[in-house]
């Protein structure tokens, strides 16, 4: 998964707000030298402390007078007669090993049984590449996937299976480590710049560079052609979970932890949050992309990266390219950031195009990663060097919902359950606003009509937080009847199965099914 968020705040029930992108943020940040910071630091601080304070002061008033109406809470909202929305969970990492064999088969059925007593609809597996071509072009072993989806069919669940091209290991629940295939690292070792590069030349092995998608350095094959013979592998291993219609959903991996991003923010190369990342785009195939599309518009001086962004930790206030009024909105910006954003688009469009052509009639998804940090900013510059041109005054995610409709692919967004208060609590120097961008992102998909999914960015065991979630998957009041067409949960684990975490999933599992839930109640702080 990727780093979405780091709140560690519970995460209270809050409708959204049906805003667009433009009403939610402001055009201009906030000054944030060292007196505003500390005035801000200090705001949010008494803000805190008045909350604690009167959360207690109604505690106390409440232990001495049961009495007290319920209609000085917040009533929950009931969600039964509201839309089907499937729910999924996510497979453990380590549920198929290195040799591509199940693990722990029985412990398996066993917790799987649990989940289909609470009317799950099905898992999310991932299917590595660094597992199932790991040794040799070409020679896949699906030996452990294959005994996986035939208990999953004998407990009549649902399949959304992953086409894991990335790296697993360094990010944020990744608990384990299977890397890309040997002998594409071993293609590496001669040829790094396979990888994506920052500006200081380090090479990032989570996934290969989109500047590859065309070059025959895999043997005779190019990057987009491995993909494909990959994918049409799996599609002919597991014709009968297609034909029975096991596999509900293929979602087709695009970067780093499987999202369409460049991998701007690796916590293995020093990225700590909120840094807003770094540019990645100095392998040899991209620059040379650069170059030549520089030299079309008779610039051929524009044919680098920006010199002034900063480094992975900076904030946009210390870089001369993000802050406000910087070289992002210069003549050089615009044209760089266009054509860093085009390249993200371009290799989504070439590898969904030939995953409707192995998956033909199966659902396919692509998934964005929540870059909410730095959203409240003019330039939005952890979303920039991600790949997302969303500055404030430009829709950085309409190109990527259009280009996903092209392919009738659904959009797997993540986050859903952050709150942007909690943010400015923890954070606030981050000047994040998850809901905002939710919103944004949402309302992009859905005004080119293509189905929306989602999942939840942290571990969620908490009312509060699965109350978040329907929330966003069922906006109150649309007036378009507009709703999540599924939520994957993240993910399956021993301290879910535990009676009071088992307990509240299985009602959020009814209020996601629009199905009666029995013990609604205010909900109190």
């Not at 920052?198 to 998608?213: F, H, I, Y």
């Not at 650069?290 to 990266?305: C, I």
């Not at 919902?401 to 923890?426: I, Y």
């Amino acid at each position: 998964m990727s780093i979405s968020s780091f709140s560690s705040s519970s995460m209270a029930c809050l409708s959204p707000p049906l805003l667009t992108h433009r009403t939610l943020t402001p055009c201009r940040s906030l000054n944030f030298g060292p007196a505003n910071q500390l005035t801000f630091r200090k705001a949010i601080s008494i803000s805190k402390q008045a909350r604690n304070l009167s959360k207690v002061r109604c505690k106390e008033e409440q232990a001495e007078d049961h009495n007290v109406s319920d209609t000085t809470n917040h009533q929950e909202r009931d969600f039964s007669g509201t839309p089907y929305v499937p729910v999924y969970v996510m497979l453990p990492l380590e549920i198929i090993n290195l040799e591509c064999e199940l693990v722990n088969a029985d412990d398996l059925m066993n917790q799987l049984k649990i989940l289909k007593s609470q009317n799950v609809d099905g898992v999310m597996v991932d299917c590595w590449w660094g597992i199932v071509e790991a040794h040799a072009p070409q020679q896949y072993n699906w030996n452990g996937y294959k005994k996986l989806f035939q208990i999953v069919r004998d407990l009549k669940l649902k399949i959304q299976a992953v086409m894991s091209f990335h790296e697993c290991g360094g990010n944020v629940g990744d608990n384990v480590h299977i890397p890309l295939p040997q002998w594409v690292k071993e293609i590496g070792q001669g040829n790094p710049d396979i990888y994506f590069r920052n500006r200081d030349g380090t090479s990032n092995s989570e996934c290969l560079t989109w500047g590859v998608d065309k070059e025959r350095v895999f043997r005779g094959r190019t990057a987009v052609e491995v993909y494909f013979d990959y994918m049409r592998s799996f599609r002919v291993e597991f014709d009968e979970f297609f034909a029975g219609g096991i596999i509900s959903e293929i979602e087709i991996g695009l970067g780093p932890c499987g999202e369409l991003r460049y991998p701007s923010y690796p916590a293995k190369q020093g990225w700590r949050y909120p840094g807003i990342g770094e540019f990645q785009c100095y392998d040899q195939y991209l620059m040379k992309n650069l170059e030549s599309t520089a030299e079309a518009r008779k610039l051929a001086f524009w044919g680098k990266g920006p010199e002034n962004a900063g480094s992975y930790n900076s904030s946009p206030h210390e870089t001369r390219f993000f802050c406000d009024g910087g070289d992002y909105d210069s003549y050089y910006g615009r044209f760089f950031l266009n054509w860093y954003s085009q390249v993200l688009v371009d290799h989504g469009d070439r590898v969904l195009s030939l995953a409707n052509l192995a998956f033909e009639g199966t659902p396919i998804a692509a998934k964005l990663s929540g870059i909410h940090w730095w959203y409240k900013t003019a330039s939005h510059a952890a979303e920039l060097t991600a790949g997302f041109y969303n500055p404030c005054n430009r829709d950085g995610y309409a190109p990527i919902a259009s280009m996903l409709k092209k392919h009738g692919a659904a959009l797997n967004f993540t986050c859903v359950e952050l709150r942007t208060l909690d943010q400015h609590e923890d954070f606030p120097e981050a000047l994040a606003d998850p809901e905002g961008l939710v919103w944004q992102v949402l309302n992009a998909a859905w005004d080119v009509d293509i189905p929306v999914a989602s999942e939840n960015a942290l571990s969620c065991y908490d009312r509060e937080g699965y109350n978040k979630i329907l929330e966003n998957a069922k906006p109150l009041n649309d007036p378009y009847g507009r709703h999540l067409s599924a939520f994957t949960y993240l993910r399956l684990n021993p301290l879910l199965l535990e009676e009071h975490n088992l307990t509240e999933f299985e009602r959020f599992v009814r209020g996601m099914h629009g199905e009666p839930v029995q013990d609604l109640q205010s909900a109190t702080d």
